[in-house]
T-cell receptor, first 110, second 113 residues
Framework: GQSLEQPSEVTAVEGAIVQINCTYQ??????LSWYQQHDGGAPTFLSY????GLEETGRFSSFLSRSDSYGYLLLQELQMKDSASYFC???????????FGAGTTVTVRA | EAQVTQNPRYLITVTGKKLTVTCSQNMNHEYMSWYRQDPGLGLRQIYYSMNVEVTDKGDVPEGYKVSRKEKRNFPLILESPSPNQTSLYFC????????????FGDGTRLSIL
């Protein structure tokens, strides 16, 4: 099975940078995904890392270190609309289950 | 428009009364999945399906059934609902594997009294 840990809450001001860490314990590993969810709405896909390194998509970047079983999502130039919950997720190499972390609530203040 | 459609969006019902939540996708995706979301627990996978007639258990399958008779549809069945199944449920689909971008439906809020 999978176990994912991420901080429960982060608060920052507009324009700041926020890093959300995700550590995982799995019996196998295929890749790390990140999703955003606003107020109980449908989660939306942000990024996916299968290999070590940094993936950049606009203001959001995601990093993976397979040797450390660790990844992070970096939110730059924070905007009020970035206030949401962010979830990391992993798929076990051995099957096709997808496991999510408990989520990090990001609050952006003016 | 590419979408995953769940129905109903909201349902209040009573213990033991069988219910079905429907899920349909129009993207010809192979992989479909059901999740429940509870405060502080994130999204937990209930069942997933790799293709028609192929389903498998996620992390919390107890008390739920699914079927995949057609590629586009993946209904979630609660044969005898209980109050601990009160939750927000999401259906999702992706092209062929769970780690590919999941497209989520808008959610179904179930209350079992």
């Amino acid at each position: 099975g999978q176990s994912l840990e991420q901080p429960s809450e982060v608060t920052a001001v507009e324009g700041a940078i926020v890093q959300i860490n995700c550590t995982y314990q799995t019996s196998g590993f295929y890749g790390l995904s990140w999703y955003q969810q606003h107020d109980g709405g449908a989660p939306t896909f942000l990024s996916y890392n299968a290999l070590d390194g940094l993936e950049e998509t606009g203001r959001f970047s995601s990093f993976l270190s397979r040797s450390d079983s660790y990844g992070y999502l970096l939110l730059q130039e924070l905007q009020m609309k970035d206030s949401a919950s962010y979830f990391c997720a992993v798929r076990d190499e051995g099957d096709y289950k997808l496991s999510f972390g408990a989520g990090t609530t990001v609050t952006v203040r003016a | 428009e590419a979408q995953v459609t769940q129905n109903p969006r909201y349902l209040i019902t009573v213990t033991g009364k069988k219910l079905t939540v429907t899920c349909s996708q129009n993207m010809n995706h192979e992989y479909m999945s059901w999740y429940r979301q509870d405060p502080g627990l994130g999204l937990r996978q209930i069942y997933y399906s790799m293709n028609v007639e192929v389903t498998d258990k996620g992390d919390v399958p107890e008390g739920y059934k699914v079927s995949r008779k057609e590629k586009r549809n993946f209904p979630l069945i609660l044969e005898s609902p209980s109050p601990n199944q009160t939750s927000l449920y999401f259906c999702a689909s992706s092209p062929d594997r769970g780690d590919q971008p999941q497209h989520f439906g808008d959610g179904t809020r179930l209350s079992i009294l």
